[in-house]
């Protein structure tokens, strides 16, 4: 790990508001005594918006790869995209290619450990693809791309399960939602609620709770999937045959998880607040109330990936793309609460690595092992 906590930022898709929120969240003196921002970006985009949106920033070092990074300034990795045509407001491939250019050096830099954690601007999930990148948004390209990573050099076989499995999360200070589906169209959700899947990804958000959120005993709320919990049958059987059974499969194996609740009348009467998170069945069943209440505040997490993501909860807002009018707090909020996550990720790492060597040690045997670089 670099000695100073290294945040990787990519500029998302540059037609829309992505370097203005960057240069505004980082416009201020101390963030280079807090960490280092390392911004995966167009040098001269990054030039024009700090001229426009960053009159109280820090010095900016401007280098050409990453072995060039310097602690305690905010560094812009150039990516070397040439002659960049900016369309405010309008996606286009090439600012598709150049978001996809600035993820994946981002993710080489996190492999090679010259970053600590990733925080990544908007995209149009249109515009990103190609023949090379088919993926639905940030999500399914850093589970595919980690799974890749961990499988290089064994065999493949249709059986294994892939080592991480993305869970997507937005929160604030007050709420958690994940979601048992991500970006399905609504045709194929029901399809894919199935008693595993809900079980599976109940007992995930169970351990990111613990490992990212510091929560020792979380109580995790399930969603229903049908309105009305489905009316004991009368308006759809999936709450009887697979969201009641997971929640029971979870409690077997130790988890607090509670429900189904209906959707509706669980956000309208505040009962998120009794719960450590919430799973929801697909995209728009939690995310549309979690936005309502999290406003500017809210912050996308993919979880369960080797290293942290987070996002601003909010799209490229073409409409105001370039016009000194976005709000930086979503991404102030994503880069703080990374921050954040990486550091409680860390102390669970440590507290429960080793625990027969920590056994050992605290009877005053195996006194020749350094307990710090034994959990570090």
Known sequence: MAKNLRVGITHGDYNG???????????????????????????????KARKEYGAEMPAVEYVKNISQIKDGKINVVDLH????????????KESGEAAVAALEAAVEAIEEGMIDLI???PINKAAV???QFHFPGHTEYLEAKSNRNENEGEESSDDASPAYKAQMILFDDYLKVALVTTHLPVAEI?????????????????????????????????????????????LGDDEIEKIIPAIEDAEENGVLAFGPYAADGF?????????????????????APFKALAGEHGVNFTAGLPFVRTSPDHGTAYDIA???E????????AIYKGIDLWRNRERYRRASANPLRKARMEKGQDKTVDLTKETL
């Open 326 to 333: 976005a709000d930086p707090t979503s991404m102030r909020e």
């Open 129 to 131: 693809q190609s023949e």
């Open 17 to 47: 508001v992505g370097y203005e929120i960057i240069v505004k969240a980082l416009a201020d003196e101390k963030i280079p005594e807090i960490f280092t921002p390392v911004v995966f970006a167009s040098q001269t985009l990054f030039e």
């Open 119 to 121: 925080v990544t601007a």
């Open 190 to 234: 029901a399809q894919a609620i199935t008693r595993e899947n809900v079980t599976d990804s109940i007992m995930r958000l169970d351990k990111v709770l613990r490992s990212d959120f510091g929560c020792e005993r979380p109580k995790i709320a399930v969603l229903s999937l049908n309105p009305h919990c489905g009316d004991n049958g009368l």
């Open 322 to 324: 370039w016009k000194g």
């Open 81 to 92: 995209l040439g002659d960049l045509s900016l369309h405010p407001g309008e996606p286009t």
């Open 267 to 287: 956000f309208a009467t505040d009962a998120y607040r009794n719960f450590d998170g919430v799973l929801a069945m697909y995209h728009d069943q939690g995310l």
